[in-house]
């Protein structure tokens, strides 16, 4: 805490600052220095008891030192920039000052100390330094300087009255005594040995740093740094110590102050928690400024909801706050009424409550000191608290965040400590300034990953199935809150014929604009799929979309290279009529296959180049796969992590998955839990399938001469296989379906027609020929004899459509097994 204990005396450092010379009243050199004889090359024998003016090069400057005797005991100081002579005959310019010293004999003796004007001068604690003076000037006795003069045994026979001001002990108690004698303690012990060593060796000892012996008007503990040298007569002999303190306080609290700071940019925000950052605000507190620190934030806040504009209170309190952060000198902070975590009531007219509705700072110095206070009554609980720990200085200051209130921080000091200052204040103040600004920050990316969570829960299916071809499983894990949210998606969509799509996507980048292209390319891979196109056109018309519409349309003109939109996509589409499942990749990782053994692989699929490049053409692969196979679809952020690469992460994710007879769930949660970080950087999604096949009992299909004879039988082929099934309620729907569809392959095709019908979830019905032009709907006028028998099928169906096939096109109608009532 700054000023708040006494340190000993620190080592002294073997520099040189300093040439010094002890006059008399007769304006005689009587005490040489061996830093003066470095300074002007002059030794002791050749100056001391000769007139100091005859070191002086300039003849104003030598009669304003003959008049220094008539200048009489009164204090008196005189500084300026001058010329000495060197030995050697040339001219050195340097800053020199003069000041009186009170001795026994009440005889003038004064005190001359010279730099070379070269160097940088020297600054009191105050950035104060002496002004260039031409002619003797008196001043104030409060300067910066304080002068001792110590004979051989240490006993102080002359001083300065500054040094009074400084160290606390008064003229007429140190002249005649010892340090130790005038001020009994082991620092003034130590400090005498640092002295006696100076005297023995001659080498001066500068900034040694040492505290007042007695305490000084101001509550708050000074600093002072003391240099020491030897005077030496004319025969070189030692004649005592010239011991010369500063008062450098205020340079070292702004020193204390900027590395307190520096630490508050480096511990506070280190991540974007808000109760960790309150907690963090806490612990810089405890001890480098106060005893107990207890940082309150707004409910909203952890939320990333707006923040509190201003607060007043009603009734007995409020539960408005939430501690986030609790620092204590003691173990388990017993000083705090509410634990971390915990709702915190403001009493009315309270602290808390006057900063609140304030929106300034509360500083009391001693309890019930600063305005407002008297009177004022605190909580039984909160008033045994400060009895009990001894609080007597009280720090509130309001976290501030663009105009609003995000919390206070409150800092309080206990037993011995001294009371906070006005600089301690605003040290407090610039603080919580640094912990506010992380504090929003964090706030508006709660805000934002809240919503681009709830974005992306919206748009990720929740109930999605697999129908009759496939058993599904999944796991969506969002980005740490460092990272936020990405742009994972996946997709389980229905295809007629029993088919289904699977899709797992990843689009580049996090937060809420991650979410939304996501949202928005899943709708785009739905309304893609409904047009039956296989995987490798699908990928091509959904890059041409991201390249076209969804980077191009929402460019900025200022911004070009905000228009960038890149995402990877694996879509698979599975079969469980024919087993086949055919898949085609854009730049994303290949799936998972694990048959019924137990035996991974993951295919080797052309890698396809990242939706919204459009640099290489997309390639579909079909593969067969046995029944009870499990296809897992996944995104990066499940196989590389930070430690790992992706093949290592690949090799993890088969060892987990090969187990497939385990239920899908709980391999999901395996994989999940082999993570190696429980919070992962990049956002994770698993799908799993396990593939079931649809056989001959629930499947049927003809090959039929394109003949418009073979209408009839094919209605009849239907209508007997319909009673096979038990669905002769269809029968008489399926007659119209089979007859419209078959009739329009034998008018509008070529080659032999299909007939397949299907029976899952609804019954399908399907045609097929080799003809390339698809069907379209028509409403045809009254009077038209033609062009009915689409309509029809729409009516009679769920839903109806039409796909390419290698052969031809296929055009197929759905209809529910159970009538709507």
Same mark, same amino acid.
């Given at each position: 805490?700054?000023?708040?204990?006494?340190?000993?005396?620190?080592?002294?450092?073997?520099?040189?600052?300093?040439?010094?010379?002890?006059?008399?009243?007769?304006?005689?050199?009587?005490?040489?220095?061996?830093?003066?004889?470095?300074?002007?090359?002059?030794?002791?024998?050749?100056?001391?008891?000769?007139?100091?003016?005859?070191?002086?090069?300039?003849?104003?400057?030598?009669?304003?030192?003959?008049?220094?005797?008539?200048?009489?005991?009164?204090?008196?100081?005189?500084?300026?920039?001058?010329? @000495?002579?060197?030995?050697?005959?040339?001219?050195?310019?340097?800053?020199?000052?003069?000041?009186?010293?009170?001795?026994?004999?009440?005889?003038?003796?004064?005190?001359?100390?010279?730099?070379?004007?070269?160097?940088?001068?020297?600054?009191?604690?105050?950035?104060?330094?002496?002004?260039?003076?031409?002619?003797?000037?008196?001043?104030?006795?409060?300067?910066?300087?304080?002068?001792?003069?110590?004979?051989?045994?240490?006993?102080?026979?002359?001083?300065?009255?500054?040094?009074?001001?400084?160290?606390?002990?008064?003229?007429?108690?140190?002249?005649?005594?010892?340090?130790?004698?005038?001020?009994?303690?082991?620092?003034?012990?130590?400090?005498?040995?640092?002295?006696?060593?100076?005297?023995?060796?001659?080498?001066?000892?500068?900034?040694?740093?040492?505290?007042?012996?007695?305490?000084?008007?101001?509550?708050?503990?000074?600093?002072?740094?003391?240099?020491?040298?030897?005077?030496?007569?004319?025969?070189?002999?030692?004649?005592?110590?010239?011991? @010369?303190?500063?008062?450098?306080?205020?340079?070292?609290?702004?020193?204390?102050?900027?590395?307190?700071?520096?630490?508050?940019?480096?511990?506070?925000?280190?991540?974007?928690?808000?109760?960790?950052?309150?907690?963090?605000?806490?612990?810089?507190?405890?001890?480098?400024?106060?005893?107990?620190?207890?940082?309150?934030?707004?409910? &909203?806040?952890?939320?990333?909801?707006?923040?509190?504009?201003?607060?007043?209170?009603?009734?007995?309190?409020?539960?408005?706050?939430?501690?986030?952060?609790?620092?204590?000198? +003691?173990?388990?902070?017993?000083?705090?009424?509410?634990?971390?975590?915990?709702?915190?009531?403001?009493?009315?007219? &309270?602290?808390?409550?006057?900063?609140?509705?304030?929106?300034?700072?509360?500083?009391?110095?001693?309890?019930?000191?600063?305005?407002?206070?008297?009177?004022?009554?605190?909580?039984?609980?909160?008033?045994?608290?400060?009895?009990?720990?001894?609080?007597?200085?009280?720090?509130?200051?309001?976290?501030?965040?663009?105009?609003?209130?995000?919390?206070?921080?409150?800092?309080?000091?206990?037993?011995?400590?001294?009371?906070?200052?006005?600089?301690?204040?605003?040290?407090?103040?610039?603080?919580?300034?640094?912990?506010?600004?992380?504090?929003?920050?964090?706030?508006?990316?709660?805000?934002?990953?809240?919503?681009?969570?709830?974005?992306?829960?919206?748009?990720?299916?929740?109930?999605?199935?697999?129908? &009759?071809?496939?058993?599904?499983?999944?796991?969506?894990?969002?980005?740490?809150?460092?990272?936020?949210?990405?742009?994972?998606?996946?997709?389980?969509?229905?295809?007629?014929?029993?088919?289904?799509?699977?899709?797992?996507?990843?689009?580049?980048?996090?937060?809420?604009?991650?979410?939304?292209?996501?949202?928005?390319?899943?709708?785009?891979?739905?309304?893609?799929?409904?047009?039956?196109?296989?995987?490798?056109?699908?990928?091509?018309?959904?890059?041409?979309?991201?390249?076209?519409?969804?980077?191009?349309?929402?460019?900025?003109?200022?911004?070009?290279?905000?228009?960038?939109?890149?995402?990877?996509?694996?879509?698979?589409?599975?079969?469980?009529?024919?087993?086949?499942?055919? /898949?085609?990749?854009?730049?994303?990782?290949?799936?998972?296959?694990?048959?019924?053994?137990?035996?991974?692989?993951?295919?080797?699929?052309?890698?396809?180049?990242?939706?919204?490049?459009?640099?290489?053409?997309?390639?579909?692969?079909? /593969?067969?796969?046995?029944?009870?196979?499990?296809?897992?679809?996944?995104?990066?952020?499940?196989?590389?992590?930070?430690?790992?690469?992706?093949?290592?992460?690949?090799?993890?994710?088969?060892?987990?998955?090969?187990?497939?007879?385990?239920?899908?769930?709980?391999?999901?949660?395996?994989?999940?839990?082999?993570?190696?970080?429980?919070?992962?950087?990049?956002?994770?999604?698993?799908?799993?399938?396990?593939?079931?096949?649809?056989?001959?009992?629930?499947?049927?299909?003809?090959?039929?001469?394109?003949?418009?004879?073979?209408?009839?039988?094919?209605?009849?082929?239907?209508?007997?296989?319909?009673?096979?099934?038990?669905?002769?309620?269809?029968?008489? &729907?399926?007659?119209?379906?089979?007859?419209?569809? @078959?009739?329009?392959?034998?008018? +509008?095709?070529?080659?032999?027609?299909?007939?397949?019908?299907?029976?899952?979830?609804?019954?399908?019905?399907?045609?097929?020929?080799?003809?390339?032009?698809?069907?379209?709907?028509?409403?045809?006028?009254?009077?038209?004899?033609?062009?009915?028998?689409?309509?029809?099928?729409?009516?009679?169906?769920?839903?109806?459509?039409?796909?390419?096939?290698?052969?031809?096109?296929?055009?197929?109608?759905?209809?529910?097994?159970?009538?709507?009532?």
């Amino acid at each position: 805490m700054t000023g708040s204990t006494r340190t000993a005396p620190r080592p002294a450092s073997r520099s040189i600052d300093e040439a010094i010379a002890l006059i008399d009243a007769e304006g005689t050199v009587i005490g040489w220095t061996q830093s003066a004889q470095q300074l002007v090359g002059y030794p002791a024998a050749e100056v001391v008891g000769r007139s100091a003016a005859l070191l002086l090069a300039a003849a104003d400057d030598r009669a304003d030192a003959a008049a220094l005797p008539e200048a009489g005991p009164s204090p008196r100081r005189w500084a300026g920039v001058t010329q @000495v002579r060197h030995r050697d005959g040339h001219e050195i310019d340097v800053r020199l000052g003069v000041q009186s010293l009170v001795g026994p004999d009440q005889r003038a003796r004064w005190v001359v100390t010279a730099t070379d004007h070269t160097t940088h001068p020297s600054r009191a604690a105050d950035g104060s330094s002496a002004a260039p003076l031409p002619v003797p000037l008196h001043l104030p006795n409060n300067m910066p300087l304080g002068v001792v003069i110590r004979d051989t045994r240490l006993r102080c026979t002359w001083v300065n009255d500054t040094q009074g001001f400084k160290d606390g002990i008064p003229v007429e108690r140190r002249l005649g005594r010892t340090l130790s004698e005038a001020a009994p303690g082991a620092e003034a012990e130590t400090l005498e040995g640092q002295m006696r060593e100076v005297l023995e060796s001659g080498v001066p000892a500068v900034r040694v740093e040492y505290r007042p012996f007695v305490p000084a008007r101001s509550p708050a503990e000074r600093t002072l740094v003391a240099s020491y040298f030897r005077l030496d007569d004319a025969h070189g002999h030692a004649l005592g110590v010239c011991v @010369v303190s500063v008062d450098v306080t205020d340079s070292q609290r702004a020193q204390e102050r900027l590395a307190i700071l520096g630490q508050a940019s480096t511990r506070i925000g280190t991540t974007l928690d808000v109760m960790r950052t309150g907690q963090e605000l806490a612990d810089l507190a405890v001890p480098l400024l106060a005893d107990f620190v207890a940082v309150d934030l707004a409910e &909203s806040v952890p939320l990333g909801e707006e923040p509190l504009a201003r607060l007043g209170s009603q009734g007995g309190g409020i539960p408005a706050f939430r501690r986030a952060g609790l620092a204590s000198m +003691h173990r388990e902070v017993p000083e705090s009424l509410f634990a971390r975590g915990e709702p915190v009531l403001v009493a009315p007219d &309270s602290p808390v409550d006057l900063v609140l509705r304030s929106g300034k700072s509360h500083w009391e110095p001693m309890p019930g000191t600063s305005p407002g206070t008297q009177g004022r009554r605190e909580h039984p609980a909160r008033m045994r608290k400060i009895h009990d720990h001894r609080m007597h200085s009280l720090l509130v200051v309001p976290i501030h965040a663009r105009g609003a209130v995000l919390g206070v921080a409150q800092f309080v000091r206990t037993g011995d400590s001294p009371p906070f200052e006005q600089d301690d204040l605003l040290l407090a103040e610039e603080i919580v300034s640094w912990a506010a600004l992380c504090l929003d920050n964090a706030r508006q990316y709660a805000r934002e990953r809240a919503a681009a969570l709830a974005l992306q829960r919206h748009l990720l299916p929740h109930h999605a199935t697999g129908g &009759s071809a496939t058993d599904v499983a999944w796991r969506y894990l969002p980005a740490d809150d460092h990272h936020g949210v990405g742009g994972d998606w996946f997709d389980v969509i229905p295809l007629p014929g029993a088919r289904v799509a699977l899709v797992v996507g990843d689009v580049v980048g996090h937060g809420i604009n991650a979410a939304a292209s996501m949202g928005r390319l899943r709708t785009a891979v739905r309304t893609l799929a409904d047009m039956d196109l296989s995987p490798d056109e699908l990928l091509a018309h959904l890059d041409d979309l991201v390249i076209r519409h969804l980077a191009e349309g929402d460019a900025d003109p200022l911004d070009p290279a905000g228009a960038t939109m890149a995402a990877t996509c694996l879509y698979a589409v599975y079969d469980p009529v024919t087993r086949s499942c055919t /898949m085609a990749r854009a730049g994303h990782p290949p799936p998972a296959i694990i048959d019924p053994h137990g035996t991974v692989t993951f295919p080797d699929l052309p890698a396809g180049a990242p939706l919204g490049l459009g640099l290489v053409p997309f390639t579909s692969v079909e /593969m067969e796969l046995p029944e009870g196979s499990v296809l897992a679809l996944y995104t990066d952020g499940l196989i590389e992590t930070r430690d790992q690469d992706i093949d290592a992460g690949m090799d993890r994710l088969g060892s987990t998955l090969a187990h497939p007879g385990r239920p899908l769930e709980d391999l999901c949660s395996a994989a999940v839990d082999a993570l190696p970080a429980r919070a992962p950087s990049d956002d994770v999604t698993l799908l799993l399938a396990r593939t079931r096949s649809l056989g001959p009992e629930r499947v049927a299909s003809w090959r039929l001469p394109a003949d418009p004879a073979v209408v009839n039988h094919a209605r009849a082929l239907a209508t007997s296989l319909l009673d096979q099934w038990g669905l002769g309620h269809l029968a008489e &729907s399926t007659e119209l379906i089979v007859s419209e569809l @078959v009739t329009n392959a034998i008018r +509008h095709g070529t080659g032999t027609i299909g007939l397949r019908l299907i029976r899952h979830g609804a019954l399908t019905c399907e045609v097929s020929d080799a003809g390339i032009s698809r069907p379209r709907l028509r409403r045809p006028r009254t009077t038209e004899e033609n062009g009915r028998g689409l309509l029809l099928v729409s009516q009679l169906s769920h839903r109806w459509g039409t796909r390419c096939t290698p052969d031809g096109k296929l055009i197929w109608a759905d209809q529910r097994l159970t009538p709507l009532p």
